[in-house]
């Protein structure tokens, strides 16, 4: 048992501040560090040692305090002040536009582009053939123009922000219809009612969550009447007894009391899914072919690109929001602009894009190619474990991720791994703590990768963490 006499004499041998600093300065582990990392540190060590001790009722654990032993523990905190918070990882959960994985990810073409904008000087808002101010917006416009069809595009902060600066131009103080089942909650708990409450419009709610009908929406318009919002339910489904008032309906109904159609897509997507075998979803082409006035949709998700929301419509409307101050509020920054350009330039040619755009790529892929990538990972687990890794390829069905396609089970491939002398979560939590760290599941306490979401070069990363794994097996 620890006394208060024990205690007193371990506080004492406590160092100075100013000693460990010195013995700093003389080893090598801290060169390049900058000194207020080092003392962050040295404090942050004597107040867990002092605090360790005034709180330990029982035996202490056995403290050195050799300048030696002192200069270890500062290390492991200034590397971890040292490292940075945003880190590459390898997805082998099979959701291919994880949210907190960073959605998706960029083609080569526009993370070098986007590169290439950070690091030199840019027209982001000069105009090179008037010699002139210019606006950011043209930079995309053109090619969101040309790949949807619409009249005018912008691109914003994200889809959230696209929504809010749409109605917050076209409908402030005014209400909008919109049908109950399209009321959606999108990531973050952020719901379509909020946002356009936030916007100045007031909601008017139509039909039942599973039906609407067209005399919903025509009963409900007045005098007072701004907008006719359709939300494209991208994050979920309602099957059974459903009726929706199709897109086609919806502007007619629009063009017969002179009132502005929009259209939240959602996810958003230029390609047409079913044409290789997968679950039907709206395109924007299709959207604006319908003559809906305004479609908003994400630039991170099935589109493949950075995160942005994108508008593209009629240019009447269009106009009047990028004039809305919210506009600047919500701009994108010269690096997104340069990836999302980058990647709208891919679907020039729907086959370009599908594979070359990491996210559709990974969609579109074949079980047989995930399968033949699991069984090289699994020879190469059976190789470094030596009898301690037990491996199977196991069956599984990988999600699109990001709100998107709901319903989309897509058949998937992957490796089944269990560590002798290790609980599932010990090994879940071991690379998940590995650099770069590894992301999978557990499933009846075997720990799971996914392979549909693991890119060809990341294999080697998951053997080392194995690797590292058995090197702290009990012998």
Do not use: W
């Not at 069905?397 to 979560?425: E, H, I, M, Q, T």
């Not at 998940?432 to 009846?444: A, L, M, S």
């Amino acid at each position: 048992m620890t006394t208060d006499k024990d205690k007193q004499q371990l506080l004492r041998q406590l160092p100075g501040i100013d000693r460990l600093l010195e013995s700093a300065k003389s080893s090598a582990r801290f060169d390049g560090v900058p000194k207020t990392v080092i003392t962050d540190a040295a404090r942050a060590l004597v107040d867990g040692l002092r605090k360790s001790i005034l709180s330990g009722g029982a035996e202490l654990p056995e403290v050195s305090f050799a300048d030696e032993a002192l200069l270890e523990r500062m290390e492991e905190r200034v590397q971890s002040a040292m490292a940075y918070h945003l880190v590459q990882c390898v997805n082998a959960t099979g959701v291919i536009v994880h949210t907190n994985l960073g959605r998706s990810m960029l083609a080569d073409e526009a993370a070098e582009h986007a590169l290439s904008a950070a690091s030199r000087y840019s027209n982001l808002e000069y105009d090179l053939t008037k010699g002139r101010r210019g606006s950011r917006h043209s930079i995309v416009e053109k090619i969101l123009c040309e790949i949807s069809g619409a009249e005018a595009g912008m691109a914003v902060n994200n889809n959230a922000g696209a929504v809010l600066l749409c109605l917050d131009t076209i409908a402030r103080g005014r209400e909008v219809i919109v049908s109950r089942g399209e009321l959606v909650e999108i990531g973050g708990s952020f719901r379509i009612p909020d946002v356009m409450a936030k916007s100045g419009c007031i909601l008017k709610e139509v039909g039942a969550t599973n039906r609407t009908h067209a005399a919903d929406y025509e009963n409900a318009i007045n005098a007072e009447t701004g907008l006719l919002l359709k939300a494209h339910t991208s994050n979920y489904s309602i099957v059974g007894f459903t009726t929706a008032v199709s897109l086609k309906d919806m502007v007619a109904l629009g063009g017969q009391y002179q009132l502005p159609v929009m259209e939240d897509l959602g996810s958003g997507t230029f390609i047409d899914f079913s044409k290789y075998g997968l679950f039907k979803e709206p395109t924007v082409q299709e959207s604006v072919a319908a003559g809906v006035d305004i479609v908003t949709f994400s630039g991170d998700k099935l589109l493949g690109g950075p995160q942005a929301g994108i508008i593209v419509g009629k240019r009447q409307i269009l106009d009047r929001i990028k004039q809305n101050p919210l506009a600047r509020a919500l701009r994108l920054d010269k690096m997104t602009l340069a990836a999302l350009e980058s990647t709208m330039r891919l679907y020039r040619d729907e086959e370009e894009a599908m594979a070359r755009i990491p996210t559709l790529r990974m969609i579109a892929r074949r079980k047989s190619e995930i399968e033949r990538q699991a069984r090289r990972l699994a020879e190469m687990l059976e190789k470094i474990g030596g009898g301690k890794l037990a491996v199977r390829l196991v069956d599984l069905s990988s999600k699109a991720g990001g709100g998107s396609l709901p319903d989309l089970d897509l058949p998937s491939k992957g490796v089944s791994v269990r560590a002798d002398g290790f609980s599932a979560n010990r090994v879940e939590a071991h690379l998940r703590g590995h650099k770069p760290p590894v992301i999978g599941r557990i499933e009846e306490d075997r720990y799971i990768l996914d392979l549909r979401s693991v890119q060809e070069d990341e294999t080697s990363i998951i053997q080392d963490a194995f690797s590292s794994l058995l090197q702290k097996a009990p012998s």
